[in-house]
């Protein structure tokens, strides 16, 4: 039989440097792309894309329809990612409802293996003296901080039952922490981190502490997990945790600069962050700072990828090295502008 890579997500950077390096291997993939989305470009050209979305049954069956002497892996990287933590029916739809039709639709078709991109922030947090595993049940959501992590729990969730439920369906689960690397170009946390730091913008960061994956590192496990991930098994896909003085010292040296923020205590964060709402509804623009940021910044960032490593062979380059990439990356693109 031959190998066939279905792909949600294709367009995104987790979803882009799956599909060159399978590409790259020699491998087939077949990746659905929003009509319309501006990233498409990015998706590689060898790749076989069909237009459509998670919530659209028709465009869903023309990803599945393969040839008949295919074995499928089924990637689903698609989701909605948002910083607001205030619950969002579109966010639920694509998140949750488009997942269970990812299911659906690998119970309909003979699919060799579905790997899931959940998210860490999907298993409840634990106190700072601890490093964060993996568990083995998603609900109820009580403790999750986000939307965003609460349908990314509900939807880990529905793969676990899936597997319980349907013997034929073989699925495992990948966690990754935050995601990060050159070719972001959908400038994501990090290369904003970089861009406005680079420009002299950020005059004070905050205590607390940071945990992000280098997106080629984290390619490679989900293709690992195709083929060794066990069945109803989860996996966290995480980096070591680093500081924000640590990381602004990362971006000074891969950068050339020598700038020296302060770094603000959380409780003074918390009251910045009041001044910024005041000033944020007089001026209309939306606030640099919030609560919800401070949350994840403060928050036990330190999670175990020992599984991981053991079973899968994942492995992740040290931060530095991934801020050195993604800031010569964005020199290339001409995002990066030094400051007088």
């Given at each position: 039989m031959s190998k066939i890579y279905l792909l949600t997500g294709a367009?995104?950077?987790?979803?882009s440097n799956i599909s060159r390096q399978l590409i790259d291997a020699g491998e087939t993939v077949r990746a659905l792309v929003m009509k319309g989305d501006p990233a498409a470009k990015y998706v590689p050209h060898e790749a076989q894309i069909v237009y459509g979305d998670l919530l659209d049954l028709a465009s869903l069956e023309e990803l599945f329809t393969v040839p008949a002497d295919s074995e499928i892996y089924m990637i689903h990287c698609a989701s909605v990612v948002t910083l607001n933590p205030d619950p969002n029916p579109k966010v639920h739809a694509v998140n949750v409802d488009g997942?269970?039709?990812?299911?659906n639709m690998c119970l309909k078709h003979p699919v060799k293996k579905l790997v899931y991109i959940s998210s860490t922030g999907a298993i409840p947090e634990l106190p700072h003296d601890q490093k964060i595993t993996e568990v083995d049940h998603f609900l109820p959501t009580d403790g999750l901080v986000g939307y965003y992590s609460v349908t990314k729990a509900e939807a880990t969730q529905l793969v676990l039952d899936s597997v319980?439920?349907?013997?034929?369906?073989d699925a495992s689960i990948v966690h990754p922490s935050g995601i990060c690397g050159p070719n972001d170009y959908a400038f994501g946390p990090v290369a904003q981190l970089i861009m406005q730091y680079a420009a002299g913008e950020m005059k004070t960061g905050i205590e607390g502490t940071f945990n992000s994956v280098d997106v080629r590192d984290l390619a490679a496990g989900v293709i690992a997990c195709c083929d060794k991930g066990r069945r109803g098994e989860c996996y966290i896909m995480s980096n070591s945790l680093v500081s924000m003085e640590e990381i602004f010292q990362f971006i000074n040296d891969a950068a050339g600069l020598n700038y020296r923020p302060s770094i603000l205590s959380v409780k003074k964060a918390h009251m910045?962050?009041?001044?910024m709402a005041i000033s944020s509804k007089l001026s209309g623009k939306p606030a640099l700072l919030t609560e919800f940021g401070i949350y994840n910044l403060s928050r036990n960032n330190e999670y175990d990828c020992s599984k991981a490593q053991r079973e899968l062979g994942f492995s992740c380059r040290p931060f530095a090295e991934t801020i050195q990439d993604e800031v010569a990356w964005l020199k290339q693109e001409g995002k990066i502008v030094l400051s007088a």
């Open positions: 367009a995104g950077l987790l979803g997942t269970q039709n990812i299911i319980h439920t349907y013997p034929q369906l910045a962050v009041k001044m």
